[in-house]
């Protein structure tokens, strides 16, 4: 089975940054995309940024050019950087990856970290 653990969440100043950082285990060969999710109470969860095997890389428009994501193909890990943090940026972060190969079998599906907590006071 495939496991992501995040760490790296905690408590900031607005303004401030904190770095998330995941990683994937599991007798994994490759991953096609990898990202970073968010939930705040009572709403949706929603995608923050993503980035593919290739490196291509999509944020959402509320944290393009504070945000940046980037991954280890080889250490099978994604990482946040978050910069001048807003309050709004309060949420729980989850690390996602998308289709999976394991040992040669194709898992075209989701796979999430428990998630970790981000808060941003003003």
């Known amino acids: 089975q495939v496991q992501l653990a995040e760490s790296g969440g905690g408590m900031v100043q607005a303004g401030g940054s904190l770095r998330l950082s995941c990683a994937a285990s599991g007798s994994i060969s490759s991953i096609d995309d990898m990202g970073w999710y968010r939930q705040a109470p009572g709403k949706r969860r929603e995608l923050v940024a993503s980035v593919s095997s290739y490196g291509e890389t999509t944020y959402d428009g509320s944290v393009e050019g504070r945000f940046t994501i980037s991954r280890d193909n080889v250490k099978n890990t994604v990482h946040l950087e978050m910069n001048s943090l807003k309050p709004e940026d309060t949420a729980v972060y989850y690390c996602?990856?998308?289709?999976?190969?394991?040992?040669?079998?194709?898992?075209?599906?989701?796979?999430w970290g428990q998630g970790t907590q981000v808060t941003v006071s003003s």
């Open positions: 996602n990856a998308y289709n999976v190969f394991v040992g040669g079998k194709q898992y075209l599906m989701s796979f």
